[in-house]
């Protein structure tokens, strides 16, 4: 909706200036310079539009770096919890194992 708003405005702003041309010729600016100036303005929000969409991109890759790393650290969390349990489960085993040794 902003860039249909936008070229509105360019195309409004462009008109006029070719009025001013055609009611005072001479007077002024020629066609020539009306066209760059409004090639500059278009430019000129296209930058701005850029530049809105460049924040909003980097502030979804902070957002996604951050999930990234959530995630990181829920993985290993649940790695050394496995790590614990397989470690205590081993001593357990080992720990059995002495005892019906020494029974023997």
């Given at each position: 909706?902003?860039?249909?708003?936008?070229?509105?405005?360019r195309?409004?702003?462009?008109?006029?200036?070719?009025?001013?041309?055609?009611?005072?010729?001479?007077?002024?600016?020629?066609?020539?310079?009306l066209n760059?100036?409004?090639?500059?303005?278009?430019?000129?929000h296209?930058?701005k539009?850029?530049?809105?969409?460049?924040?909003?991109?980097?502030?979804q890759?902070?957002d996604?770096?951050?999930?990234?790393?959530?995630l990181?650290?829920?993985?290993?969390r649940?790695?050394?919890s496995?790590q614990?349990?397989a470690?205590?489960?081993?001593?357990?085993?080992?720990s059995?194992?002495?005892?019906s040794?020494?029974?023997?």
């Open positions: 909706m902003q860039e249909l708003v936008d070229d509105l405005r195309e409004l702003e462009h008109l006029q200036l070719f009025k001013l041309e055609v009611e005072h010729p001479g007077q002024g600016k020629s066609l020539s310079e760059a100036r409004t090639r500059e303005i278009e430019m000129e296209e930058v539009r850029l530049k809105q969409e460049n924040y909003k991109l980097r502030d890759n902070d996604l770096n951050a999930q990234i790393l959530s990181s650290l829920y993985e290993a649940n790695l050394f496995c614990s349990k470690q205590s489960l081993a001593a357990e085993i080992d059995a194992s002495r005892m040794w020494w029974m023997l």
